[in-house]
Nanobody, 116 residues
């Protein structure tokens, strides 16, 4: 059974940066397409970034390009998300997901609060 655990969240001042990590156990991490999502009150869950399994290619929704950077380390079974120039709109719960074919796995999420 694949388990995903996010870390690195907390309170951050506006304008700051943050790196979130997602550690995977079980299964074969290098086979998974990894994604980061965000949930915020009153807003739909939105995908922030994706990184492919085979070639490590990355994808970001157009409005988010430039502030988010996703990366993976297959040797450590981890995927990271760097966020720059944090603003209040970045407050929310950040979740990572792993997709292996048709199977989806989710972490429980971690809170990020941007506040002065």
């Amino acid at each position: 059974q694949v388990q995903l655990v996010e870390s690195g969240g907390g309170s951050v001042q506006p304008g700051g940066s943050l790196t979130l990590s997602c550690a995977s156990t079980g299964g074969f991490f290098r086979n998974y397409v990894m994604r980061w999502y965000r949930e915020a009150p009153g807003r739909e869950r939105e995908m922030l970034a994706r990184i492919n399994n085979a070639d490590g290619a990355t994808y970001y929704p157009t409005p988010l390009k430039g502030r988010f950077t996703i990366s993976r380390d297959n040797s450590k079974s981890t995927v990271n998300l760097q966020i720059h120039s944090l603003g209040s709109e970045d407050t929310g719960v950040y979740l990572c997901s792993a997709v292996d074919g048709h199977r989806w796995f989710w972490g429980k999420g971690i809170q990020v609060t941007v506040s002065s």
